[in-house]
């Protein structure tokens, strides 16, 4: 380390929690040398001084360079923040249109204030006025039918008069309805998509919600910058699944352009993606028992629930681990119920879970998780944000730092879990479908017999890698169909993971089975055999 310009501390300013770390550039690239994520109540600069400690005191000869710990607030930070999920107003011309215009903003990371049926204008203007709503989403169908065109005047005029009132609210107007929009001020404040949203996922739409609703320092803006620029360093499709206190995130980035020099992304937040709401419904919690292996009924599991939104940094030991992981798993699954046209794209080379909710797993119940919920015939690899630095670095405003941080630090910021072999079509059976070895340096180092239904792992330290080769019985679907394989494959915490399972899972509908089932699966990730 030779100067304090060589080191910066890294902050996600979590609504729950906060992760900071300390990257510092070692031989010419940059490296993290130290991590911690504490209650956000807590504060950064404690945990800057205390990390800065705890440097200097593991490595004199690295952190030589580094201030004493009473002065460590004044290095050089990157900083991202989450924030509680905004509220949106629909006004649209059509009941149908209404929901089309809910469903975008509902992706978009924004909570719609009810009502948002059509044509209420009286009550969207009610939501509108609400204090926790900052975007109102407006709009009419391309072709307005006759009914859409006789309110499209009263539609606009609610425009305005809501803008008379909140001056601290954007407006969003998809189709014709915005050529009718002539006030200057509303126009000014208004974002304008001319092609409205669709069925097919009103991509404009979202895109447009992104823009607006997410602030210039967000954590989620942050973690696709970033996805998109290991889309281009590692040259592979990167989906990322975020699981966080107040919102979750999906989305998916590949190189693009001529010659792969850009990248293209589709994006998704979702409230509903937040590990647990404040008050679980019973719908959402029969969902996190569906996943827990653990005995719980639902009142008690619903106060779990309620505990763990309350204080998301307690005491996790136990049983409370797995539950955690659990709700974890349902969040991923309703967000990929919400985002069809993401599951559409081609499957990611490599999969990377973010956010606190993974963060007291181990790594390799997280592979299995992502597994489970994340669904798609072939192979992947996986990955960890396991000390959350996506978000911050993907908010530094110079282009070139941005990306030689990201190139330097790329082995520290995502954990690798290995790789998941998730073949479809494998038919039950009782005795073996057929056998997978494993070749690292041209020698066999594994070779095992398949089962229908389970759940192989094979073990590939972090570095390592290899040529799996599958062969079974009948044709299967592993991105090609067909009975024999050759798969490259990278090591990592949670090894190799041969999943033989359905494609989509599906678990025993008899609660006991099921549990049963998910015990079986899980058992041998944790370090307790009791789990």
């Given at each position: 380390m030779s100067s304090p310009?060589?080191?910066?501390?890294?902050?996600?300013?979590?609504?729950?929690?906060?992760?900071?770390?300390?990257?510092?550039?070692?031989?010419?690239?940059?490296?993290?040398?130290?991590?911690?994520?504490?209650?956000?109540?807590?504060?950064?600069?404690?945990?800057?001084?205390?990390?800065?400690?705890?440097?200097?005191?593991?490595?004199?000869?690295?952190?030589?360079?580094?201030?004493?710990?009473?002065?460590?607030?004044?290095?050089?930070?990157?900083?991202?923040?989450?924030?509680?999920?905004?509220?949106?107003?629909?006004?649209?011309?059509?009941?149908?249109?209404?929901?089309?215009?809910?469903?975008?903003?509902?992706?978009?990371?924004?909570?719609?204030?009810?009502?948002?049926?059509?044509?209420?204008?009286?009550?969207?203007?009610?939501?509108?006025?609400r204090p926790d709503v900052a975007v109102v989403v407006a709009g009419s169908g391309p072709r307005p039918t006759s009914d859409e065109r006789g309110i499209a005047d009263e539609l606009v005029a609610a425009l305005t008069s809501i803008a008379a009132r909140r001056t601290d609210v954007s407006f969003v107007v998809a189709g014709p309805l915005?050529?009718?929009?002539?006030?200057?001020?509303?126009?000014?404040?208004?974002?304008?998509?001319?092609?409205?949203?669709?069925?097919?996922?009103?991509?404009?739409?979202?895109?447009?919600?992104?823009e607006v609703g997410l602030p210039a320092d967000d954590t989620r803006r942050g973690i696709a910058n970033a996805a998109r620029e290991l889309a281009l360093l590692l040259e592979l499709r990167i989906e990322v699944v975020e699981v966080g206190h107040a919102a979750g995130m999906r989305l998916l980035a590949w190189q693009a352009g001529e010659g792969a020099t850009s990248t293209d992304a589709r994006v998704a937040v979702l409230a509903e993606g937040a590990l647990v709401p404040p008050d679980p419904p019973d719908e959402l919690v029969d969902a996190i028992a569906a996943w827990s292996p653990a005995v719980l009924d639902r009142v008690r599991l619903r106060d779990r629930l309620v505990e763990a939104y309350e204080t998301p940094w307690g005491d996790l030991d136990g049983e409370g681990a797995t539950l955690t992981v659990a709700a974890a798993r349902a969040a991923v699954e309703r967000m990929v119920a919400a985002t069809p046209d993401i599951s559409a794209l081609p499957a990611a080379d490599l999969l990377v879970a973010c956010g606190g909710a993974w963060a007291d797993a181990p790594a390799p119940a997280v592979a299995l998780a992502l597994v489970d919920v994340a669904r798609r015939p072939g192979a992947m690899q996986l990955g960890f944000d396991h000390a959350r630095l996506l978000g911050p670095l993907g908010l530094v405003a110079d282009a070139d730092e941005r990306r030689a941080l990201i190139a330097g630090a790329i082995d520290d910021i995502v954990l690798p879990l290995g790789t998941a072999i998730v073949p479809r079509g494998i038919r039950a059976s009782r005795g073996t479908i057929g056998h997978l070895s494993l070749s690292v340096d041209d020698s066999i180092s594994a070779y095992i017999e398949l089962e229908a239904g389970g759940v192989h792992l094979v073990d590939l330290p972090p570095g390592a890698t290899g040529i799996a080769r599958l062969a079974v019985r009948d044709a299967v679907d592993l991105g090609a169909r067909g009975r024999e394989f050759e798969i490259p494959v990278a090591g990592g915490l949670g090894g190799l993971l041969v999943d033989l399972r359905d494609v989509p899972m599906r678990l025993p509908s008899r609660p006991d089975r099921r549990r049963e089932a998910l015990a079986a699966w899980q058992r041998p990730l944790w370090p307790d055999a009791d789990r």
């Amino acid at each position: 380390m030779s100067s304090p310009a060589d080191v910066r501390i890294v902050v996600e300013d979590g609504t729950a929690t906060v992760a900071v770390s300390i990257l510092s550039r070692i031989e010419g690239r940059w490296r993290l040398v130290a991590s911690e994520a504490a209650p956000a109540a807590i504060g950064v600069d404690p945990i800057v001084a205390e990390l800065v400690r705890a440097v200097r005191a593991a490595d004199p000869e690295l952190a030589r360079d580094l201030p004493p710990p009473s002065q460590a607030a004044d290095l050089p930070r990157i900083v991202s923040r989450g924030r509680l999920a905004p509220g949106a107003a629909i006004l649209a011309a059509s009941e149908r249109q209404a929901d089309v215009l809910a469903a975008a903003a509902r992706t978009a990371g924004l909570v719609v204030r009810a009502p948002h049926s059509a044509p209420d204008l009286l009550g969207a203007i009610r939501a509108a006025l609400r204090p926790d709503v900052a975007v109102v989403v407006a709009g009419s169908g391309p072709r307005p039918t006759s009914d859409e065109r006789g309110i499209a005047d009263e539609l606009v005029a609610a425009l305005t008069s809501i803008a008379a009132r909140r001056t601290d609210v954007s407006f969003v107007v998809a189709g014709p309805l915005a050529a009718r929009i002539a006030a200057p001020d509303v126009r000014a404040r208004t974002t304008v998509v001319d092609d409205p949203a669709g069925p097919e996922g009103g991509h404009a739409l979202r895109e447009a919600l992104l823009e607006v609703g997410l602030p210039a320092d967000d954590t989620r803006r942050g973690i696709a910058n970033a996805a998109r620029e290991l889309a281009l360093l590692l040259e592979l499709r990167i989906e990322v699944v975020e699981v966080g206190h107040a919102a979750g995130m999906r989305l998916l980035a590949w190189q693009a352009g001529e010659g792969a020099t850009s990248t293209d992304a589709r994006v998704a937040v979702l409230a509903e993606g937040a590990l647990v709401p404040p008050d679980p419904p019973d719908e959402l919690v029969d969902a996190i028992a569906a996943w827990s292996p653990a005995v719980l009924d639902r009142v008690r599991l619903r106060d779990r629930l309620v505990e763990a939104y309350e204080t998301p940094w307690g005491d996790l030991d136990g049983e409370g681990a797995t539950l955690t992981v659990a709700a974890a798993r349902a969040a991923v699954e309703r967000m990929v119920a919400a985002t069809p046209d993401i599951s559409a794209l081609p499957a990611a080379d490599l999969l990377v879970a973010c956010g606190g909710a993974w963060a007291d797993a181990p790594a390799p119940a997280v592979a299995l998780a992502l597994v489970d919920v994340a669904r798609r015939p072939g192979a992947m690899q996986l990955g960890f944000d396991h000390a959350r630095l996506l978000g911050p670095l993907g908010l530094v405003a110079d282009a070139d730092e941005r990306r030689a941080l990201i190139a330097g630090a790329i082995d520290d910021i995502v954990l690798p879990l290995g790789t998941a072999i998730v073949p479809r079509g494998i038919r039950a059976s009782r005795g073996t479908i057929g056998h997978l070895s494993l070749s690292v340096d041209d020698s066999i180092s594994a070779y095992i017999e398949l089962e229908a239904g389970g759940v192989h792992l094979v073990d590939l330290p972090p570095g390592a890698t290899g040529i799996a080769r599958l062969a079974v019985r009948d044709a299967v679907d592993l991105g090609a169909r067909g009975r024999e394989f050759e798969i490259p494959v990278a090591g990592g915490l949670g090894g190799l993971l041969v999943d033989l399972r359905d494609v989509p899972m599906r678990l025993p509908s008899r609660p006991d089975r099921r549990r049963e089932a998910l015990a079986a699966w899980q058992r041998p990730l944790w370090p307790d055999a009791d789990r």
